[in-house]
């Protein structure tokens, strides 16, 4: 029977250099001193896919609601260049022909 998986500091960091990018099971190995394998075991266990699952749903919903924030600045910013120019034009025309010409 497998023993049970604990999450250790050198666990954690594998984790993280994960999301990372750029790092093979092999360099990770190297970095903490130890062999792929155990490495690669560790990517095979349950609770190590489990996090990696919640922590990648995590970073999706920071990327979505940053995305949608993004988006709604950027409409805001076009609506109100918008207005800008309306009003500068509507402006304009009045000083031109008076208050009379909406």
Same mark, same amino acid.
């Given at each position: 029977?497998?023993?049970? +998986? ?12 994960? +999301? ?83």
């Amino acid at each position: 029977m497998a023993r049970p +998986f604990r999450w250790t500091p050198a666990k954690e960091q594998a984790l993280a250099w994960t +999301f990372q990018g750029g790092w093979t099971q092999t360099r990770m190995a190297a970095q903490l001193g130890i062999t792929r394998r155990t490495v690669e075991g560790w990517t095979r266990r349950k609770a190590w896919r489990s996090r990696a699952e919640t922590i990648a749903a995590e970073r999706q919903a920071r990327w979505d609601t940053e995305r949608t924030a993004k988006r709604q600045r950027e409409a805001d910013a076009r609506r109100a260049e918008a207005e800008a120019l309306l009003s500068s034009d509507l402006a304009a025309i009045q000083a031109k022909y008076g208050r009379w010409a909406r």
